[in-house]
């Protein structure tokens, strides 16, 4: 045992001091060169056999015993060190079963209870021992290292025979004799180079042979003990086990119990699953590779990029990419990817301000999925409409080359910036050009892409806005095929384009059907349309008693949430109390009910108190009991809280239009802005056409009337703009 | 369909064999099957059931209400023993994809729907009412097991930004069809929390039907689907429709575009060491993004881009043990050969 101490401190004897030794005559001597020499016969007689048929060749056991003797023989190598010699020789040649046979015959735990005494009992604190138990240490240190080596070999020699559970194992048991040697984890300095370099790669390797082995907890265990043991790895081997650690966290399938350390700190960040601890080492990466510690590796933003998208955390996500040094993504792209991550997380100024950047001409203008990008989010808004129309339109033009597809989806988005320009045009005229162009983009996009059920959808709007409603009813019923009646808003379409045909009952029938298609808690907006169409056929009663089960759905969710709106869900199929006190107050109203009206009036106002639509229906009450001044009043205030409230407008024109030639100019005033904002108003239309009566322009009055008396006949119970 | 509705409730692996053997008819499941160590691991990896029961569940006339091999399925997974369960798992992909194929066509599909509504309540109690499956976003400021944070928290843990991955099920007892894309999006999560026992074969399904779902070509292949894998061989009994169903396009709300995905990217980039589904599931993924970009729909694009891409990139193979100190050695021995040479002459 001594020996081997010793004979390996004489390996550190520099070439140039054997060299001197050379002239001395018994070179069994110096231990070193008997080793070396052995070690020399073995290599000329395995290389020579290997030039003739490296593949071909086999060492059998007889040999393997011989070279074996030979090495021990006359020295002072041990059984294990001469067989780790051997092995890593025959690995080395890419004989991987005879090395396999050679580690075959190591004996660890023997050659660890050897290790163990002289290596761990070193304090590595006292100074003054420091150096003498280095020069003692670093001769047991390289037989260490040596015998290591040699299982580690080993493990990779099964590995390469596919024998991954034995190469795990062994690995393991590499790690296992390295704890038990160095108690106290691995100390920065005192160690061997090839020591360190052997337990670094085996901490490595074993998560993934225990992956190969399919034996994913074991593999979960060993990378956590690889991260979180002292195994004094560096930098890049540290990070290459972290990043396939998070990807086998993202990817694995597996669940896996978090990681309960006792040496959790307070207020540390504690992973609970698979993925929050996958998000925090792709960031620990990251943050590595900011302060220069590793190398870029693109693979790590993608997965985080994947990771966070997967939960919605796009602003999380932007951060990190603006964080990314330059040089690393083109300027163009990383404003792509940013806004996206902007429009992902409803940040629409922050995405078309990068988008606009991006698609400057001294950019890339003709970039096809940022122009469909940026198309797409102007659609959302009136004001951006115009510019939107630009981005689609050079959209159409550069997805010819490419496919049917995107020049599909580039042409759908141009017909919504159309129909949502011409909600807004200043004239008639311009209003309809833009209303014709939206419906030949969106029947191009569909003829391209015939499977795209939202075309239909929007294909269906528009001709509803337009008041084409048997073509809208079609696209409704196509919409609903496509959806398989998946999707609530396509029901709602049928109902509203029944309804505006007058065909009440059939769209209570649909109601009904979507209601059945529809869990309790999102039939909101179709109770809302069931009580409409119940008050448009003038059933009070039953419209009433529609109305009741709406409160009481929007009343239970009101206490299920609790007051504070919870982010997860979308309030846009929500229905507030305060719309249906409003509902209640106008139908109680046109029954004369005034008591009844004013309290849900109150009810309304007590939940939203300065609204355009309570003060309208306020000055509604005050109308029918002929208080005309106070309701007067209320309208005005309605407007004023509300500039473009449409209905205000309209019932102050039709109340001024009553009060005599005098006001007759303010009325026919009013009623004109209502149109302009409204062109489908029919009341709007039949106080107008009052007004042109009045002043006795019969020509005017009669096309009011008769716009009033077509559009009533395609009048929906709700605005399509609703949906 | 109800437990008390089925003849008798399976008790193990071993009757499950038995009454599985019954529903598929004579010969269609080898006979050594039930007297195996570990029926429930045959159920779960024999290649002939998988492909005797895949074909029934994608034959024509499957899924009706009093189809019997979703009895089967339903009876099985009730039985409440984990590894019946998993073997009952194993057919999510081909139920889920016939399933949402056929339900936009608006068929009568009872009996996929009792299976799949068994599957979403097993879901929702196992996470418990109303609980979202959300996820807490690490603040580096913070320290953790694996990084130390610059400065010490002076009083409290910097604030988390909290995700939801998965909002809360609700329970469910019909099959709505608004609900329709949840009620399968919580079935895949179900599916998704044991990717790792499954065997390929099944994740190959769910990748062919991802890319049915999403509708639109890759633009790798230019060549039609290859045709119908096993399933028209004549063990079906549904075999008589030979000519393979076309699988409908289905509406891909994020609800069950988001679980999809996420298998999909299992199968792409998770331990799974086949290529052939890594081929299939690099495909689904780039379908994803297509149908994803046909709305530009933020983080699908995100999400499936990320995923196009790392299919593009190369694995980074485990170090090979390097000899650099060996060389070494070689040189100090070559010097000492020289020496003993010399000392020789």
Redesign the interface.
């Known amino acids: 045992m001594a020996a081997a101490g010793e004979s390996d401190n004489g390996s550190e004897v520099s070439?140039t001091a054997?060299?001197a030794g050379?002239a001395a005559?018994a070179?069994v001597a110096s231990p070193?060169?008997a080793k070396?020499?052995a070690?020399?016969e073995l290599?000329t007689t395995s290389a020579s056999a290997a030039s003739e048929s490296s593949e071909a060749r086999v060492v059998d056991d007889g040999n393997i015993q011989e070279a074996e003797s030979s090495l021990r023989e006359g020295l002072s190598l041990n059984y294990e060190e001469a067989r780790a010699l051997l092995g890593?020789l025959e690995?080395?040649r890419g004989n991987v079963e005879a090395a396999l046979r050679v580690f075959d015959g190591i004996d660890l735990q023997a050659a660890i209870q050897r290790f163990q005494p002289s290596l761990s009992e070193k304090p590595p604190s006292k100074r003054s021992n420091k150096l003498r138990s280095d020069s003692s240490n670093s001769g047991s240190q390289h037989a260490a290292s040596l015998v290591l080596?040699a299982i580690?070999?080993k493990s990779?020699s099964l590995q390469k025979l596919g024998k991954a559970v034995e190469a795990a194992q062994q690995c393991r048991s590499v790690l296992d004799a390295v704890e038990s040697i160095f108690q106290r984890g691995i100390p920065d300095v005192m160690v061997e180079?090839?020591l360190q370099?052997t337990v670094s790669?085996s901490v490595?390797?074993l998560p993934?042979l225990w992956?190969?082995a399919?034996a994913?907890q074991e593999?979960l265990a060993s990378y956590r003990r690889a991260?979180?043991s002292q195994w004094n790895l560096d930098d890049e081997c540290c990070t290459?086990i972290?990043k396939?650690f998070a990807?086998?966290l993202?990817?694995?399938?597996?669940?896996a119990s978090p990681?309960s350390?006792a040496?959790?700190?307070?207020?540390?960040?504690?992973?609970?699953?698979n993925?929050?601890e996958a998000?925090?080492?792709l960031?620990?990466i990251l943050?590595k590779w900011y302060l220069g510690k590793t190398h870029w590796d693109?693979?790590v933003m993608?997965?985080l990029?994947?990771a966070?998208?997967?939960?919605?955390?796009?602003s999380?996500?932007a951060k990190h990419l603006e964080e990314v040094l330059p040089g690393i993504y083109p300027r163009t792209e990383r404003w792509y990817?940013l806004a996206?991550?902007n429009?992902?997380a409803s940040h629409n100024e922050a995405a078309l301000n990068l988008l606009r950047k991006l698609l400057n001409k001294n950019e890339s203008p003709g970039d096809i999925?940022a122009l469909?990008?940026a198309a797409?989010l102007c659609s959302s808004n009136y004001s951006l409409a115009s510019e939107g129309v630009e981005y689609a339109r050079r959209a159409v033009t550069n997805a010819d080359s490419s496919?049917g597809?995107?020049k599909?989806?580039a042409l759908h988005?141009l017909g919504s910036c159309l129909a949502k320009k011409s909600r807004i045009a200043s004239s008639d005229h311009q209003r309809s050009l833009l209303q014709t162009e939206a419906l030949k983009s969106l029947n191009e996009s569909f003829s391209l892409?015939r499977?795209?059920?939202?075309v239909i959808y929007d294909m269906g709007i528009e001709y509803a806005e337009q008041r084409n409603m048997h073509a809208a009813l079609k696209c409704a019923k196509e919409y609903i095929?496509?959806?398989?009646?998946?999707?609530?808003k396509g029901w709602r379409l049928l109902s509203l384009v029944l309804s505006a045909q007058q065909r009440y009952s059939e769209a209570e029938v649909v109601t009904d059907a979507a209601l059945?298609?529809?869990?309790k808690?999102?039939q909101g907006p179709l109770l809302r349309m069931r009580a409409k169409l119940k008050v448009a056929q003038s059933l009070p009663m039953e419209a009433v008693e529609a109305y009741r089960t709406l409160l009481a759905l929007v009343q239970a969710q009101r206490k299920a949430y609790g007051t504070i709106k919870n982010g997860?869900?979308e309030d846009d199929d929500k229905v507030s109390e305060f719309e249906v006190w409003q509902g209640l107050a106008s139908l109680y109203a046109s029954l004369s009910y005034w008591r009844d009206a004013e309290i849900c009036l109150q009810k309304a106002k007590a939940l939203k108190s300065f609204s355009a639509t309570t003060l309208h229906a306020e000055g509604y009450t005050r109308e029918v009991r002929e208080q005309t001044q106070d309701a007067l009043a209320a309208y005005f205030n309605a407007v004023s809280t509300e500039l473009e409230h449409v209905p205000s407008k309209v019932s102050i024109g039709a109340l001024l239009s009553k009060q005599g030639p005098r006001y007759l100019p303010v009325a026919r005033s009013f009623l004109s802005d209502a149109l302009k904002l409204e062109p489908t108003n029919r009341m709007a239309w039949f106080y107008l056409g009052k007004v042109h009566k009045h002043d006795g322009r019969l020509a005017d009055a009669a096309d009011c009337f008769q716009a009033a008396s077509m559009l009533e006949e395609s009048d929906p119970i709700e605005s399509f703009r609703s949906l | 369909m109800t437990s008390d509705a089925s003849p008798q409730s399976i008790q193990s692996a071993k009757a499950a064999v038995e009454s599985l053997a019954a529903v598929l008819g004579g010969g269609a499941l080898p006979d050594t099957l039930a007297s195996g160590d570990d029926p429930a691991a045959a159920l779960l990896h024999d290649g002939g059931v998988a492909r005797a029961v895949v074909g029934r569940l994608r034959g024509a006339g499957s899924g009706v209400g009093n189809d019997g091999l979703c009895r089967w399925l339903y009876d099985a997974f009730q039985s409440n023993l984990p590894e019946l369960q998993l073997a009952v798992l194993r057919f999510v992909p081909a139920l889920a994809g016939v399933y949402m194929s056929r339900?936009?066509?608006?068929k009568q599909l009872a009996g996929f729907e009792a299976v799949l509504l068994a599957l979403y309540a097993h879901a929702a109690a196992q996470r418990g009412a109303g609980e979202?499956e959300t996820?807490?976003?690490?603040?580096?400021a913070?320290?953790?097991?694996?990084?130390d944070a610059k400065v010490p928290?002076k009083t409290?843990?910097a604030e988390?930004?909290v995700?939801?991955?998965s909002?809360?099920l609700?329970p469910?007892g019909t099959m709505?069809?608004?609900?329709?894309?949840r009620i399968v999006g919580a079935v895949l999560e179900l599916y998704?929390?044991?990717?790792?026992l499954?065997p390929i074969s099944s994740k190959l399904d769910f990748c062919e039907f991802c890319v049915a779902w999403a509708?639109?070509r890759s633009?790798l292949d230019d060549k039609p689907r290859i045709a119908a894998p096993a399933s028209s061989e004549p063990d079906g009994g549904g075999a008589a429709a030979a000519t393979e169903e076309k699988w409908r396009?289905?509406?891909l709300p994020w609800e069950l575009f988001?679980p999809a995905?996420?298998i999909v990217?299992?199968c792409?980039?998770?331990?799974t060491?086949s290529d052939e589904l890594k081929a299939q599931a690099a495909r689904a993924a780039e379908c994803l993004y297509?149908r994803a970009?046909?709305?530009?729909d933020?983080?699908?694009?995100?999400?499936t881009?990320?995923?196009v891409?790392?299919s593009q990139?190369m694995e980074?193979p485990?170090?090979?043990?390097?000899?650099s100190?060996?060389v070494e050695n070689m040189?100090?021995?070559e010097?000492?050969?020289a020496?003993?040479l010399?000392?020789k002459n």
């Not at chain 2, 339900?103 to 608006?106: L, M, N, P, Y």
């Not at chain 2, 996820?135 to 580096?140: I, R």
């Not at chain 2, 792409?268 to 331990?271: E, I, Q, S, T």
Request: glycine fraction near 6%.
């Open positions: 070439p054997a060299g050379a005559v070179a070193v060169k070396a020499r070690l020399m290599e890593r690995y080395q080596e580690y070999l990779m180079q090839k370099e790669k490595e390797l993934e992956k190969q399919g994913y593999a991260l979180l290459r972290q396939r990807v086998f993202l990817y694995g399938g597996v669940e990681p350390l040496s959790q700190t307070e207020g540390s960040y504690v992973p609970k699953n993925l929050e998000i925090l080492l960031m620990i943050k693109p693979s993608e997965h990029t994947f966070l998208s997967l939960c919605g955390q796009t999380v996500l990817s996206l991550c429009y992902a999925m469909l990008l797409k496919d597809h995107l599909s989806a988005f892409d499977h795209n059920p939202d095929d496509a959806t398989g009646g998946s999707v609530s059945d298609e529809t869990a808690w999102e997860t869900e | 339900a936009v066509s608006r979202p996820v807490a976003l690490p603040n580096l913070n320290p953790s097991v694996y990084h928290p409290k843990a988390l930004d995700a939801v991955l909002p809360a609700e469910h709505r069809a608004t609900r329709r894309a998704h929390g044991k990717l790792a499954m509708g639109n633009k396009r289905v509406p988001q995905m996420r990217a299992h792409l980039l998770g331990p060491g297509w970009a046909e709305t530009m933020a983080r699908a694009l995100l999400a881009r990320s995923l891409r790392l990139m980074e485990i170090p090979e043990p390097s000899f100190g060996g040189a100090e021995l010097a000492m050969r020496n003993i010399s000392t």
